[in-house]
């Protein structure tokens, strides 16, 4: 039993959860959906992110449902992402659904709370599919054709590039304090409790040095993008222009698309069938 | 432009950049470690809060509030692909907000009480203006709300608990602690590893909160939950159109006049695209 | 034709009692390869941010005197016209730079000040960094010295006529070194660009600048050809810089008698300063070439093992494609009491096997045993007594906010008796009891050094691991560290350090062990390891330049230091 528990918490390690998110940021710029126009995706997402909450028929939900898992499969989401959107789901309607029986609710309660739930699933699924899937750079100049301020997507660039850094210098600092720390023993419910708290007062002490490191990071880099003309750019309309100008609308886009409208337009008709 | 004003620039964008990597950082953490519940008492390390607070304190407040609610977004929103589209825009607003607003209030940042005090009022203010746009989106979302048996109590007993115990939980332990802990230590210590003076009497611009800044909060406030709502609308607008509409083809119409619409976007894109291989 | 004049400049930072800079002046010339030297702190990096702008525009302080780039004054500048005339590359390159893949970092500064053809410039920048197969590759991919590179990519692609770098290879083995070294050298020669260098590495001046400016003080003492620079051994040392080996043995053997005076009354013109010089000028003295003395070759094998990898197995979680191997059936013992370096190029799996002695990294098979017990089953507390790390970054090493506290912490939570006076004597062995109360990263680079070294042995582990400690540190600082870790004896016996300075393994260790690609490619002595052309061409490691010298004049065994060297000359001459 104990041996289970240490496996389970190793697996849940630092080194995995920075593994997982890389993964997911940096491992999956070579699926169909990386490589997809960033505009289409998100228009694409503005009818799927949008439209479950307008239906209210199981089945038709049920068709878009897969259809945006199927869509989630080939963006290739690390696990950890997907476990997440299972979590999510089931805590944004899962608990509302216990607290109205405990209030006194009866199955009438459980029919709204299923689609509901479905609605929840099929909207998350889709966001994950754009933000996950698709390639950071991209994401951002789809934002920026979209009239999203230039900062918004510098912030998205610059935070998948500094992201692994963070990640190793966070990792090195817990690192110095489980070394020459001593943590209390973890025997008994008293003993875990202690144990948590001992964990997350570490964390949080941890940011002193973390906080520190980084601002001396952030000024080199400030000044590098001073050097390198970031604030001209911001200026310059030309410059934007100039970054759109690699956004372009292919075969395989036009493809999704119709893929896309033909599975809805299938499962509407399945809709008024059954 | 004059050199003073371009050099304030430049230290609001470290602000910005600091408070931005660092909170999109932790809330990347708390994204990916799960909550746990005991009964209804829900103990989740929800809030690092208490990173943008502390530079807020130190440095310029709105660069602060504006970097870490861009973090957020960008870091466990984006990346994780846990975007909720318009309604992210609620917590951007009131991360902004109650960060900003704290940050204003410390005149000095070596007064522990007044970082304490800052610092929890802050969390009440992003935690409260949550609440209300919580309560306000289950009224209009679940259909016929007051119908449903027990869920109106449920609503606003969760809700209001879920606050509470936030502020209490959370708020004190993740976000008053800490500050209290960092503030006087970092003071004088972080402001040379960014070339700046600490801040003083003299450093900090104008008032502690004038009448603009709050007009401009509660505004923001207001955008935030018509964002909230706008975004959860669905429901409400589908039940005002059943009176009309009870059948199938009503949805039918609705995808179908969904789909147009993304068509014509689609092809605007394409002109647009046209236009500019031509122009 | 001047392309920089520097005239009487004086600088105090914002809140600084002494300017850093004073009354400094100096004048460049256009295609010059320059290497700025001086001691830590005498404003060698002050000066260079002076030169692109970044003093006065963006680092406010008083500024006196005026700097002329091309006919055009600083002050009256916007700091983006400078920067397309003066590029930039910092010493912590890292954070230089700001996008997550490799081309668009390299053009992204063309981008952003609107060039039509950003992306070309990139490329053809990368290009010329060697960068080109790399070019779809996302930033954390890439080693330290490719980083460094595309670092340089992304400031010379908007072709500036004046590239400044700041220590460009103080992290790299030599072979990216010379990779670095190799692109400017290029980028002066056929693209005629002006290389300002700061560097301490005399080696890489003689090979590759052209003149050399020694900052003292914060005023510029001299402008000097290169090799002349160098041959001026009493200033360069007084400021802490280390001239060529060759130089210093000439000199010492001048003063020992065994090179007659005569020829050396003008130093300044005669010292050599490079192999092919001290070829000329040793070859007529040499007495003999066979063994000066025997050497102990095969160092004592059996030692009672403290580390046992046994048939390790590791693989990395890698985010794309298969994991790959590091270590594949790696097999190794560490005896008590043994003073190893651990060489080998980047990524050849140095801080690797540090990590799993740590227990940090879990072997997917095989073991790793720490006095016969598995690593990876000791919980990480007990691991601390054993067994300590020091990190190459010591910044990451301070989690207090004081070093006094920083040190008294493992033995505090641990409940060690009289740990407040083991700290004092800890403090006051490493000369930081003055310091005591300072938060370790406003330290100096030496101090911070020490303080982490202070830290690492506050539990007289048995083991001290360290990674680089030398890298980034003047001569003065590397000395101390030598001299730290001579302190070391009674305390802690096995040391184990992964680094790339040959100077360091050849003056303290006993054992090598050459990593490449996860195996063991060499160990045992310097002496055998040195000898191996093969093994030096593999890793790409290089010994001291005396040695070098002692191969070039045809003695047998080789010399590791200045003492050894020395002996050829003594004595008779033999046929």
Redesign the interface.
Same mark, same amino acid.
């Given at each position: 039993m104990r041996k289970l528990s240490e496996n389970i918490l190793?697996k849940f390690s630092m080194?995995?959860?920075r *593994?997982?998110? !890389?993964?997911? +940021?940096? %491992? *999956?710029d070579d699926t169909v959906i990386a490589k997809m126009d960033p505009?289409?995706l998100l228009?694409?997402y !503005?009818?799927f992110?949008? /439209?479950p909450?307008?239906?209210?028929?199981v089945v038709?939900l049920l068709g878009i449902f897969l259809f945006v898992a199927l869509t989630t499969r080939a963006a290739k989401?690390a696990p950890?992402?997907l476990f997440?959107?299972c $979590? %999510?789901v089931f @805590?944004q309607t899962g608990?509302?659904f216990i607290?109205?029986l405990?209030?006194?609710?009866?199955t009438?309660?459980i029919a709204?709370l299923l689609v509901m739930t479905l609605k929840v699933a099929a /909207?998350?699924l889709a966001?994950?599919?754009?933000?996950?899937?698709l390639d950071?750079?991209r =994401?951002a100049n789809g934002l920026l054709w979209f009239g999203c301020p230039g900062?918004?997507s510098f912030?998205?660039?610059?935070?998948?590039?500094? =992201?692994?850094?963070? &990640?190793e #210098?966070?990792q090195? $600092?817990l690192? @110095?304090?489980?070394?020459?720390? *001593?943590?209390p023993h973890r025997n008994g419910l008293i003993g875990k409790i202690r144990y948590l708290c001992y964990q997350?007062k570490m964390i949080?002490?941890?940011?002193?040095? =973390? &906080?520190? *490191?980084?601002?001396?990071?952030?000024?080199?880099?400030? #000044? +590098?993008?001073?050097?390198?003309?970031?604030?001209?750019?911001i200026q310059?309309p #030309?410059?934007k222009k100039?970054?759109l100008?690699m956004?372009?609308?292919t075969q395989a886009d036009i493809i999704f698309?119709c893929i896309s +409208?033909a599975w809805?337009c299938v499962c /509407?008709g399945l809709?008024?069938v059954l | 432009m004059n050199p003073q004003n371009k050099i304030s620039q430049s230290q609001k964008l470290m602000v910005f950049v600091l408070s931005m990597s660092l909170y999109g950082l932790a809330t990347l953490f708390t994204e990916l470690i799960p909550s746990f519940q005991v009964g209804i008492v829900e103990f989740s390390v929800e809030y690092f809060l208490f990173i943008p607070l502390t530079l807020a304190m130190l440095f310029d407040p709105l660069s602060a509030g504006l970097g870490a609610a861009t973090g957020e977004l960008v870091f466990s929103e984006i990346m994780l692909g846990q975007f909720g589209g318009l309604g992210e825009l609620e917590k951007f607003l009131t991360v902004t907000i109650g960060v900003y607003v704290a940050g204003r209030l410390v005149k000095n940042p070596r007064n522990r009480a007044a970082v304490a005090g800052a610092s929890i009022f802050g969390v009440f203010l992003q935690l409260f203006m949550g609440t209300v746009v919580d309560i306000l989106k289950v009224q209009f979302a679940v259909e016929d709300f007051e119908a449903v048996a027990g869920l109106p109590e449920s609503v606003f007993a969760t809700e209001g608990f879920a606050c509470l115990n936030d502020l209490l939980f959370s708020g004190i332990l993740f976000c008053m602690l800490p500050t209290m802990f960092l503030v006087p230590k970092l003071y004088g210590k972080i402001e040379p590893l960014l070339g700046m003076k600490p801040r003083d009497e003299k450093t900090m611009t104008g008032s502690a909160l004038s009448a603009k800044s709050i007009v401009l909060c509660l505004v923001g406030f207001a955008v935030a939950i018509v964002a909230q709502l706008l975004a959860k609308g669905g429901y409400a607008l589908i039940d005002w159109e059943a009176a009309w509409a009870e059948s199938t083809t009503a949805i039918i119409i609705a995808i179908v006049v969904a789909a147009v619409v993304a068509l014509i976007v689609f092809g605007v894109i394409r002109s647009r695209a046209k236009n500019r291989q031509t122009a | 034709m001047s392309i920089i004049e520097i005239k009487n400049l004086t600088f105090t930072y914002p809140g600084a009692s002494e300017p850093t800079l004073k009354n400094a002046s100096a004048v460049i010339e256009k295609g010059d390869f320059l290497a700025i030297v001086g001691n830590n702190g005498c404003g060698k990096s002050t000066l260079c941010k002076t030169l692109n702008g970044l003093i006065p525009h963006f680092i406010v302080g008083d500024m006196d005197g005026d700097v002329i780039i091309d006919g055009l004054n600083t002050k009256e500048q916007e700091i983006g016209t400078l920067a397309r005339k003066v590029g930039y590359v910092y010493q912590d390159f890292e954070n230089q730079i700001v996008c997550p893949t490799v081309l668009e970092d390299a053009s992204y500064a063309c981008l952003n000040y609107a060039m039509p053809d950003y992306e070309e410039k990139g490329k053809k920048a990368l290009h010329v960094c060697g960068l080109s197969s790399k070019i779809g590759d996302y930033v954390w991919q890439l080693s330290g010295g490719q980083k460094h590179l595309l670092a340089l990519a992304g400031t010379a692609a908007l072709s500036p006529d004046i590239l400044i770098l700041d220590e460009p290879i103080a992290q790299l083995d030599p072979a990216h070194a010379d990779g670095i070294y190799e692109v400017l050298k290029e980028l002066n020669e056929k693209y005629g660009k002006t290389i300002i260098v700061i560097e301490h590495h005399t080696d890489y001046i003689v090979k590759y600048c052209k003149d050399v400016m020694l900052l003292k003080d914060g005023g510029v003492q001299w402008v000097l050809p290169a090799k002349e620079a160098m041959r001026r051994t009493d200033e360069l040392q007084g400021c802490n810089i280390f001239p060529p080996q060759v130089a210093i043995a000439a000199e010492r053997m001048i003063d020992a008698g065994l090179l007659p005076k005569e020829p050396f009354l003008q130093k300044e013109e005669e010292l050599p300063v490079d192999v092919a010089e001290g070829v000329r000028v040793f070859t007529p003295y040499l007495k003999n070439k066979g063994p000066a003395y025997k050497q102990p070759l095969k160092r004592e094998l059996k030692r009672e093992p403290i580390v046992d990898f046994k048939n390790v197995t590791v693989k990395y979680r890698a985010v794309k494609g298969e994991p790959p191997k590091i270590f594949d059936d790696f097999s190794i013992q560490i005896g008590k009491g043994e003073k190893i370096a651990l060489i080998g190029s980047n990524g050849a799996g140095k801080s690797t096997m540090l990590k799993m002695m740590m227990g940090l990294i879990r072997p997917e098979s095989g073991q790793v045993l720490l006095n016969d017990r598995p690593t990876a089953d000791l919980p990480k507390e007990e691991l601390g007594r054993t067994i300590s790390m020091v990190y190459q970054n010591p910044e990451e090493m301070f989690i207090k906010d004081s070093i006094r506290k920083d040190i008294e912490y493992a033995m505090m939570v641990r409940k060690v008796e009289d740990y407040q006076k083991r700290t004092d004597e800890l403090l006051e062995m490493f000369r930081l009891t003055d310091l005591q109360d300072r938060d370790g990263r406003l330290l100096s680079g030496g101090q911070m050094r020490r303080a982490s070294l202070a830290i690492g042995i506050a539990l007289q582990p048995e083991i001290l691991l360290l990674d680089e400690p030398t890298a980034n540190l003047d001569i003065a600082t590397r000395r101390e560290i030598m001299k730290t870790l001579q302190m070391l004896k009674g305390i802690t016996d096995t040391v184990v350090i992964a680094t790339h300075d040959m100077q360091l393994v050849c003056d303290w260790a006993e054992r090598l062990i050459v990593l490449s690609a996860g195996y063991v490619i060499a160990d045992g002595t310097k002496e055998e390891i040195f000898a191996d052309m093969y093994v030096r061409q593999q890793v790409g490691i290089r010994p001291p330049q005396i040695c070098d010298m002692g191969r070039a004049l045809g003695i047998e065994n080789p010399c590791f230091t200045i003492d050894e060297f020395m002996e050829y000359f003594r004595g008779e001459k033999y046929a």
């Open positions: 190793d080194d995995f959860l *593994n997982q998110v !890389l993964k997911n +940021a940096y %491992g *999956n505009r289409i228009v694409w !503005l009818f992110g949008l /439209v909450w307008f239906l209210n028929d038709l989401v950890l992402v997440l959107f $979590i %999510g @805590s608990y509302l607290v109205a405990f209030f006194g609710g009866n009438e309660t709204p /909207v998350s966001s994950i599919t754009v933000f996950s899937g950071p750079d =994401l900062q918004l912030s998205i660039s610059f935070a998948y590039r500094i =992201l692994p850094v963070l &990640m #210098e966070f090195n $600092i690192l @110095s304090y489980r070394l020459r720390g *001593n943590p997350v949080i002490q941890s940011f002193y040095p =973390l &906080m520190l *490191n980084t601002a001396k990071r952030s000024r080199t880099t400030v #000044e +590098a993008l001073e050097l390198r003309g970031y604030r001209y750019s310059n #030309e410059v100039m970054k100008s956004l372009k609308v698309v +409208a809805v /509407v809709s008024v | - | -």
